[in-house]
């Protein structure tokens, strides 16, 4: 039986039989909890700006900054995939991430608070591929919608129950809280991982790129930087920052055509489906990741009510998410993707509009409604768009489709994070600029 055979049938790579459920656990569990951190700032982040004394476009690296650095890591993770032993890299990679969560949980000022969350999300770059990698490759091809489906639930699901989670963390208890709850859970997750996980994978050792993670980390750092000050007005920074990131990804895509051996091989751009769902499930995960980061922010800062409140607003969406995922993953396998995604986008897109129409005078009941709704049509589509353009892909470049893809759907989240919030900067910036306050005391 060739590997791929043995893997799919529940046997790893040494001809050992693997208890699938345990493994599958193992994986979810640590995807999940690693994942959740995506967001579980999100109802923190002004508590956090108050306590350490910082401005809200600086709180904001928490978010963008953890996101970027999830982007640089996944062109790394495809080929981690295949030079380590699956079951270290999983253990080494969740150790990582506790390490982050306890330097966090205690770091007396800001810029120890972010070393240690982007420590966090070195982890999260590596756990992130390697989860939907390993799903993809324990499941025959008929299946993978319905395993992509369970991995749905992780990836979207875990950041929608992240600001409800932090609203009650930081309303009833510390923002370091939101650090130190993982403490215990990753001691958790790496006991059942030292039971669960397997090699799964035959090492091929190939060569890390040194230079082309400096040119990725160059382009994707300077683009980001620059999208995410465009609300402080430097412009002559934000132009040379914004050419040197064209310049340093322009750099990583000629390298990585051009080399025998490519950490990450962009030529799973030749297919037509491949190309087009990646494009459209970034641009989903993009909105996902925003939409996560601003109705929390909005509902505290417009509306004015606690953290908690707001994040009770989202948990049916959250739900919704959870419930959404598995269906879809199983109608994908039986219908394919066309007829999926238009509904979807189409519920999505038409849910969003409201949002730009929303004011403190409607009530929460709708706002929670509009974004349950929201989050079912965004359901349909994140997962399984990613799925298609896996599945179009030959076998020896799934690890490197998987990268691509999370690559792109984690870069998508850090722009449209870092836009979203100059933007929504901006416009607090001209709302007070342009309020004046009558002779009557009435401000307009």
Known sequence: MNEQKDITTGYDVTGKKYNRVLLILS???????TVLTETLLNNGLPAIARSLNVTTATVQWLSTGYLLVIGIMVPVSALLLYRFNSKHLYLTALTIFLVGSVISYLAPNFALLLTGRLIQALSVGIIMPFMQNIMVMIFPTEK????????GIVIALAPALGPTLSGWIVDSFSWRDLFGIMIPISLAVILLTMFGMHKLINLTNPKIDIVSIIESSIGFGALLYALATISEGNWPVIIVTFII?????????????????????LHVFKSHMFTLTTVLSSLSNMALLGMQLLVPLYLQSVFKISALSAGLVMIPGALMMAIVNPIAGTIFDRSGIEKMSIFGFTVFTLATIPFVLMDPSWSLITVTILYAVWMAGISLVVMQLATAGINSLSPKLVAHGNGVNTMARQVGASIGTALLI???TIG??????????????LRI
């Open 27 to 33: 994986v979810l569990i640590g995807g999940f909890m």
């Open 144 to 151: 993978r919608g319905m395993a992509m489906g369970l991995t």
């Open 245 to 265: 990131g064209i310049i340093g990804i322009t750099l990583f895509v000629r390298r990585q055509l051009s080399s025998e051996e490519p950490m990450l091989d």
């Open 422 to 424: 100059s933007i929504s």
């Open 428 to 441: 607090m910036q001209l709302s007070h600029s342009t309020s004046v306050v009558t002779s009557s005391g």
